[in-house]
């Protein structure tokens, strides 16, 4: 969506940037396949429950560690692309440049920060609603909920001292 209020500049990246990033994207690129290629899984299943349930979990950890890798070359890789293109350093959404400071801290980023922000405000207004359906879910589904006790007393105090040891 364009926003009319922000037009796109005609500045494009120059050959000097678009070489910086690249280069940038590339040594990203090299670090990434070099810690893959240091990492060594552990398959041996020697020792007690407590040495393999670590090795599980250490492998769970791994696989994960791999997946955002893996999702994170898929952004270079599509931000290289976007240099050959001429498109990389423009925002997906409104058209207008991203900002180089925020290119640096974040070279693979698609939006301007205001794009960003507003995806991520919308992201947000999301979740709490997905959390009150699932609240809501959970007591409908809830059988035992009108067994929970109801809290009679607000203070201390209020809890006269009858009530709690009886008659003696």
């Known amino acids: 969506m364009i926003n009319p209020l922000k037009t796109p500049k005609e ?4 050959q000097l940037n678009r070489q910086k990033f690249m280069n940038m994207f590339n040594d990203m ?3 990434r396949g070099n810690n893959n290629s240091q990492r060594q899984f552990v398959t041996e299943t020697k020792g007690d429950e407590v040495d393999f349930a670590t090795q599980q979990k250490e492998q769970v950890l791994h696989h994960r560690l791999d997946q955002r890798n893996v999702f994170f070359l898929r952004k270079v890789a599509q931000a290289k692309q976007k240099i050959l293109d001429g498109t990389y350093g423009l925002c997906e959404d ?3 440049d991203i900002n180089q400071k ?3 801290a974040r070279p693979t980023a698609t939006l301007c920060i205001d794009c960003q922000e507003e995806k991520e405000r919308g992201e947000s207004a999301l979740i709490g609603k997905r959390r009150d359906l699932k609240d809501k879910k959970f007591e409908e589904m809830d059988p035992d909920s009108h067994l929970r006790a109801e ?3 607000t203070k201390v105090k209020d809890i006269g001292f009858d ?3 009886g008659d003696m």
């Not at 500045?11 to 120059?14: A, E, G, K, V």
Request: proline fraction near 5%.
């Open 29 to 31: 690129l090299n670090d």
């Open 151 to 153: 809290p009679k007393f």
């Open 11 to 14: 500045f494009r990246m120059n």
């Open 102 to 104: 925020r290119l640096l």
């Open 94 to 96: 409104c058209g207008c």
């Open 163 to 165: 009530s709690v040891v």
